[in-house]
């Protein structure tokens, strides 16, 4: 049951956007809510998240990997894209992995509308 959970999770839901990245920058993995803006996950398999998700030949002044890896505390940022506010937790994995969670509150709460019908 526990295990249906984190699957649904970290697969399907709507602005929860789970990446996978290696401390080199690399895209590993992501869910299905993240291949709606950053495309199927097989062609963004190996390439540099800054490149692929930020359209940049460089890293950003910003990422949270460095401090991560420096501290080994996670990071904790809210950043404002547009009109859009979204929660970005990073979190050392462990194996050079890093993990990366979006929650665009936008999304997320475009998602739990209740319809009509539930009132």
């Known amino acids: ?3 249906l959970m984190w699957d649904r999770l970290l697969s399907d839901v709507p602005g929860m956007d789970v990446f996978m990245i290696s401390q080199e920058r690399d895209i590993i993995w992501f869910n299905k809510s993240a291949e709606s803006w950053a495309g199927p996950v097989r062609d963004a398999r190996g390439k540099k998240c800054y490149a692929h998700l930020g359209g ?12 991560l890896m420096a501290t080994g505390r996670p990071q904790i940022d809210l950043v404002t894209d547009g009109d859009s506010p979204y ?3 990073t979190l050392d994995l462990g194996n ?5 969670l979006y929650m665009d509150f936008k ?13």
Do not use: Q, Y
């Open 107 to 119: 999304r997320l709460m475009a998602a739990e509308k209740p319809s009509d019908d539930r009132v």
């Open 56 to 67: 940049s030949e460089s890293p950003h002044e910003n990422c949270p990997i460095p401090k």
């Open 87 to 89: 929660l970005v937790i």
């Open 96 to 100: 050079g992995l890093t993990g990366h």
């Open 1 to 3: 049951m526990v295990n």
